[in-house]
């Protein structure tokens, strides 16, 4: 049995702390909010973010970050992209073991364009983890708390923690697999949110599965053509952290990325659309910091670019469909080709 601080309790923070629970572990969940923290203490649930699933008595529940920190084996950061450097900063002062850090975070910072195991590394010394993991999947939290079937994968520099961490994980309601290619995990589950976006607002303009089948795998040719220029394995995005985190992002109605893309595809202006979701759209920083990066390097990428005008721009979305729609003709494979002949002169 370890000890493990789960840091955010949110419902992704929930739905894993759950899975390690379930698995006999000591969980220590952090609350940033101390009624927050008290209301699931007294009601043994997470109403506001996981309503309707009882939390095991294993899990410690706090608003104390030293109290869950204090003698662990693991910790888990499941707060927000925009969180991780304000909590890396606080933990520091705290964190007396070396421990392993998994982050569960699927975003990428604008401005600097760092993915989040690059901004852990920032902010702590080396002298305070073990090692750097990232778990990311297709995995809606409400699924996973709720012990349905899901499969995640985990991914580190040091195979040795990336396998401890899929023992702690792994059960039979919670498949996980390891992969070598860190940056490769971590930009599919980060920019998937953008398409996932896109899906919502095609949906909300009406358009049917055509348009939603074409623009999935356009925007998995996106993802993969900027993840390669980041130096990502390409075949890491036809995996779990690819195209299966964008299937199950794109199509259900969990996604609150897909969430805000259809409320903003039935007209709604933006902050609107993120006041009334009461939790943090990842997709919305990600498209800035994805266009921001694209526009650096010269890499084409017309959906992700769309969006950007749609959300920061107030661009109207039928007519981004019609510009994406009346584009210059090319050749499907011809971004697999390029990724290829790139990967051969690297």
């Known amino acids: 049995m370890a000890k493990i601080a ?10 894993l702390a759950i899975v390690l629970a379930d698995n006999g572990h000591d969980v220590r969940l952090w609350a940033h909010r101390q009624d927050h923290a008290e209301t699931m203490k007294e009601t043994k649930e997470n109403e506001k973010y996981l309503k309707g699933v009882q939390l095991p008595e294993n899990i410690f529940i706090t608003h104390k970050l030293e109290d869950s920190l204090e003698g ?12 991780v450097r304000d909590v890396c900063q606080t933990m520091k002062k705290n964190l007396t073991t070396k421990v392993p850090i998994i982050h569960a975070a699927k975003g990428i ?9 690059e901004i852990i590394e920032e902010e702590l010394p080396e002298e305070l983890y073990r090692s750097i993991v990232v778990l990311s999947g ?20 040091t195979l040795e923690v990336a396998e401890e961490v899929q023992e702690i994980f792994i059960n039979k309601q919670f ?8 940056v490769g995990v971590e930009l599919g589950g980060s920019l998937k ?6 899906a919502g607002i095609s949906d909300g303009l ?7 089948a074409a623009l999935i795998t356009r925007g998995l040719a996106e993802v993969a053509r900027l993840g390669t220029s980041m130096g990502a394995n390409p075949l890491t995005f036809s995996g779990l952290t690819g195209i299966g985190d964008l299937i199950v992002t794109c199509t259900s109605s969990h996604s609150r990325n897909w969430r805000a893309g259809y409320k903003l595809g039935k007209g709604e202006p933006l902050q609107k659309v993120l006041d009334d979701m009461g939790m943090v759209v990842e997709g919305v920083r990600t498209t800035k910091a994805a266009y921001q990066l694209a526009e650096e390097h010269g890499i084409d990428m017309p959906i992700t670019s769309g969006i950007y005008h749609i959300l920061f721009d107030n661009e109207n979305p039928r007519e981004i469909v019609e510009q994406l729609m009346t584009r210059v003709r090319r050749h499907e494979m011809e971004d697999l080709v390029n990724i290829l002949d790139q990967k051969m002169k690297d």
């Not at 498949?175 to 860190?182: A, E, I, K, M, Q």
Request: glycine fraction near 10%; aromatic fraction near 6%; charged fraction near 20%.
């Open 6 to 15: 789960v840091l955010g309790a949110g419902s992704w923070g929930t739905a």
């Open 72 to 83: 662990i084996d693991y910790l888990l950061l499941a707060v927000p992209t925009k969180a």
């Open 109 to 117: 910072e604008p401005e600097t364009f760092k993915r989040v195991s």
């Open 138 to 157: 297709p995995s809606h939290a409400e699924e996973v708390g709720l012990r349905q079937p899901t499969t995640v994968t985990v991914s580190s520099r």
């Open 175 to 182: 498949r996980v697999y390891t992969s070598p290619d860190l």
């Open 193 to 198: 949110n953008i398409i996932a976006l896109g």
């Open 206 to 212: 009406g358009y049917g599965d055509n348009a939603k």
